[in-house]
């Protein structure tokens, strides 16, 4: 802790002097660091300058000794860990540097590390990687090396220095949906008490993550009032385990049709009839989308079967897709933009027609049909008339203007 006193100089003015003890000197003695200043403020704000730059001076061995290995080991026990990221953030950074930063860098000493090799890094992995991967490349590169700054690991930080590759941004992301061939053919791939069936028709028919279907719990469905209540998603990472939801505005109650209460029911009952088949050995049917023997199965697992049914068929499926197919066509009937955007969960209309939203002919078509009938109702033939009779000028001037 900083030590401060008072000194009274020659000239009679005061200032202040603030020491800190940093170690021993050769003969055992305390060391310590001096500042000053014309009030205490200043006195301390020159002693952690010097705190500082002594601690900068006293890590600059670690260049030496410190991989970038290394490194990301330390940042991610002490900085990501320290900001609560959320497990599959935390797992999708991990994923980001073993695959893409860990086979070019980490072997490389922090002595090694320069705005050059940065750029060169970051130019190479622009032209093979995705925007989207490339931003989590970013994050975790320029986090580690701001670490690394900020401790005094390194003297400067190359990270500042580095040119990105600029993208063009995209107003709409204009995902594909899904083959609707292949979505007429999936259920008839399976039977009705078949975990990948009733996944299905629960992601069709309420645009739900995959994640939040297979967390779903009957004691989540509400029959009577033919209500779901997402409030929790599945995680795989470290095995099958129950997570909170994405964000809080995840968490939601939504109406559902009478159709997907009717086929969840009949799922219900076949586990049921499934519970005293296998006795003891059921695994107790806790979550909605549970097998025949009352486990949940790995969504992933899920996913994978249902691309492996399709496969003699030349098809190909993503799941999610089912989510941006449920918020187009919703939208493309009628349905009010916030309430899909409320039903998918999301923070803002803007996240559901940036990202969920497909544009469609369908979608032109009723554009320009819609506005033809406000266009025609616009200049009726009664609205006409109605402007005449209330407009006094137009009628002395109506056979002048015609």
């Given at each position: 802790?900083?030590?401060?006193?008072?000194?009274?100089?020659?000239?009679?003015?005061?200032?202040?002097?603030?020491?800190?003890?940093?170690?021993?000197?050769?003969?055992?003695?305390?060391?310590r660091?001096?500042?000053?200043?014309?009030?205490?403020?200043?006195?301390?704000?020159?002693?952690?300058?010097?705190?500082?730059?002594?601690n900068?001076?006293g890590y600059?061995?670690?260049?030496?000794?410190?991989?970038?290995n290394?490194?990301?080991?330390?940042?991610?026990?002490?900085?990501a860990?320290?900001?609560?990221?959320?497990?599959?953030?935390?797992?999708?950074?991990?994923g980001?540097?073993?695959n893409?930063?860990?086979?070019?860098?980490?072997?490389?000493?922090?002595k090694?590390?320069?705005?050059?090799?940065?750029?060169?890094?970051?130019?190479?992995?622009?032209?093979?990687?995705?925007?989207?991967?490339?931003?989590?490349?970013?994050?975790?590169?320029?986090?580690m090396?701001?670490?690394a700054?900020?401790?005094?690991?390194?003297?400067?930080?190359p990270y500042?220095?580095?040119?990105?590759?600029?993208?063009?941004?995209?107003?709409?992301?204009?995902?594909?949906?899904?083959?609707e061939?292949?979505?007429?053919?999936i259920?008839?791939?399976?039977?009705?008490?078949?975990?990948?069936?009733?996944?299905?028709?629960?992601?069709?028919?309420?645009?739900?993550r995959?994640?939040?279907?297979f967390?779903?719990?009957?004691d989540d469905?509400?029959?009577?009032?033919?209500t779901l209540?997402?409030n929790?998603?599945?995680s795989?990472?470290?095995?099958?385990?129950?997570?909170?939801?994405?964000?809080?505005?995840?968490?939601?109650n939504?109406?559902?049709?009478?159709?997907?209460?009717e086929?969840l029911?009949?799922?219900?009952?076949?586990?049921?009839?499934?519970?005293?088949?296998?006795?003891?050995?059921?695994?107790?049917?806790?979550?909605?989308?549970?097998?025949?023997k009352g486990y949940?199965?790995?969504?992933?697992?899920?996913?994978?079967?249902i691309q492996k049914?399709?496969?003699?068929?030349?098809?190909?499926?993503?799941?999610?897709?089912?989510?941006?197919?449920?918020?187009t066509?919703?939208?493309?009937?009628g349905?009010?933009?916030?309430?899909?955007?409320?039903?998918?969960?999301?923070?803002?209309?803007?996240?559901?027609l940036?990202?969920?939203?497909?544009f469609t002919?369908?979608?032109?078509?009723?554009?320009?049909?819609?506005?033809?009938?406000?266009?025609?109702?616009?200049?009726s033939?009664?609205k006409?008339?109605?402007?005449?009779?209330s407009?006094?000028?137009?009628?002395?001037?109506?056979?002048?203007?015609?």
């Open positions: 802790m900083a030590k401060a006193r008072k000194i009274k100089k020659k000239d009679g003015k005061y200032t202040y002097e603030v020491n800190e003890v940093v170690g021993k000197n050769e003969n055992g003695n305390p060391k660091i001096y500042a000053y200043g014309a009030t205490l403020k200043e006195a301390k704000e020159n002693l952690k300058i010097k705190l500082d730059a002594y900068r001076m600059q061995n670690l260049q030496n000794k410190m991989t970038v290394e490194l990301y080991d330390y940042w991610l026990k002490n900085e860990i320290n900001k609560s990221l959320k497990e599959n953030t935390m797992h999708g950074y991990t980001v540097y073993n893409h930063i860990k086979p070019c860098l980490g072997h490389l000493y922090l090694d590390i320069n705005v050059m090799v940065v750029q060169n890094f970051i130019t190479e992995a622009s032209e093979r990687l995705t925007k989207y991967i490339m931003k989590n490349v970013h994050i975790v590169l320029g986090q090396l701001r670490l700054f900020d401790q005094g690991f390194i003297a400067n930080n500042l220095y580095i040119r990105k590759k600029k993208y063009k941004k995209d107003k709409c992301l204009n995902y594909e949906l899904p083959d061939d292949t979505l007429r053919l259920p008839t791939l399976f039977h009705e008490t078949d975990p990948e069936y009733i996944s299905f028709y629960i992601a069709l028919y309420t645009g739900a995959c994640s939040e279907i967390g779903l719990t009957w469905v509400d029959f009577e009032n033919h209540d997402i929790k998603q599945i795989e990472i470290g095995g099958i385990h129950e997570i909170a939801t994405k964000t809080p505005t995840s968490i939601r939504i109406k559902v049709s009478n159709d997907l209460i086929m029911k009949k799922y219900k009952s076949n586990l049921d009839k499934f519970a005293l088949l296998y006795g003891k050995t059921f695994g107790g049917g806790k979550y909605v989308c549970s097998d025949s949940l199965k790995r969504p992933s697992y899920v996913r994978r079967n049914k399709l496969k003699p068929y030349n098809k190909e499926f993503r799941f999610h897709t089912l989510r941006h197919f449920y918020a066509k919703a939208l493309e009937a349905t009010n933009v916030k309430a899909v955007s409320r039903r998918l969960g999301h923070a803002s209309v803007q996240v559901t940036d990202r969920y939203v497909t002919p369908e979608m032109d078509d009723e554009a320009v049909d819609i506005f033809d009938s406000v266009i025609n109702d616009f200049f033939e009664k006409i008339k109605n402007t005449f009779r407009n006094s000028w137009l009628r002395k001037h109506s056979a002048t203007l015609k």
